[in-house]
């Protein structure tokens, strides 16, 4: 990786029968459920860090950013740990901030003759993410369930999870210190689910991050499953620099359980755009956008 030095863009039960008999049927289901829930502890690093010095430094964290619209269009690299590597390419991203968040509009290409797939993605405290093409055949763009969230898209391993990282605005976590990636200090952060993701998909325990002690970047995301086992990763592994500004190009999608990969690499950008506001609503899934003129888009090498 190159040094991120740059700036770019995880029961107690009652002491008696009776007792615990009444506290069941004191408490509502759900929190019942709740309680039963794994939540994986932290892992301090060596004593307990300041937990409102943390939070400040994950709120820093959320304020990043490329700086104005942007362009993007990107390889999936798919790696199987078993069978032969393939290549979806063609894919598109335009992204920009606005009052909830960081907001883009993804489009992937058509596989075995089916249609492009486009999806929203909405990040922030109350993100969602809407899809062009939704399960229920409804015709018109639909947002997504969090169950639907964990769909693979087009075929790979990436999913609208994935895409979104809700998981950096998830409002339940810990501070855990500061712990070496990739030869580089980082902020460690444990965050746990909210209800809606814990409720659908109760193996996700988790979601540990890394952020670059320097610049605040992230250099990698883990989910957590039981036991503190880690069921997937995100890393980052190279940057690049456009306009003067340096971006993240290469991004590893790892499966910890089946060892698939799928690796997302950006190969044309163009930075400093200006976007209709039209372009980020989800009835625009419906129509196809032109990209910007191939002359204003930079291609990125090696």
Known sequence: MKPASKRTIFSRQAGSLACLIVFCAAVPVET?????????????????????EGRKILESFRQQGIAGDYYLEFDLRVLPRRGETRVVTGGRLWGARNEQGPVSRVEFPAIQGGVPQRLLVQNGPQGAVWVSAPANGAGKPGVLDPSALFTSLAGTDLTAFDLQMPFLYWDDFVFEGLAPVRGRPAHVFLLYPPDEIAERRPGLTGVRVFLDTQFGALVQAQQI?????????????????????????????????????????????????EFSG???????????????PAGRVRRLGP
Request: glycine content about 4%; aromatic content about 8%.
């Open 32 to 52: 019942w459920a709740q309680s039963r829930r794994y939540r994986p502890p932290a892992r301090y690093i060596q004593f307990k860090p300041d937990q409102a």
């Open 225 to 273: 499953g039981a036991e503190d086992r880690v069921l997937k990763s995100i890393t980052v592994l190279d940057l690049k620099k456009v306009d003067d500004q340096w971006m993240v190009k290469t991004v590893d999608v790892r499966d910890e359980t089946t060892r698939n990969k799928t690796q997302f690499s950006v190969t044309g950008a163009a930075l400093g755009l």
């Open 278 to 292: 039209m372009l980020f609503e989800p009835a625009s899934l419906a129509e196809a956008i032109t990209p910007p």
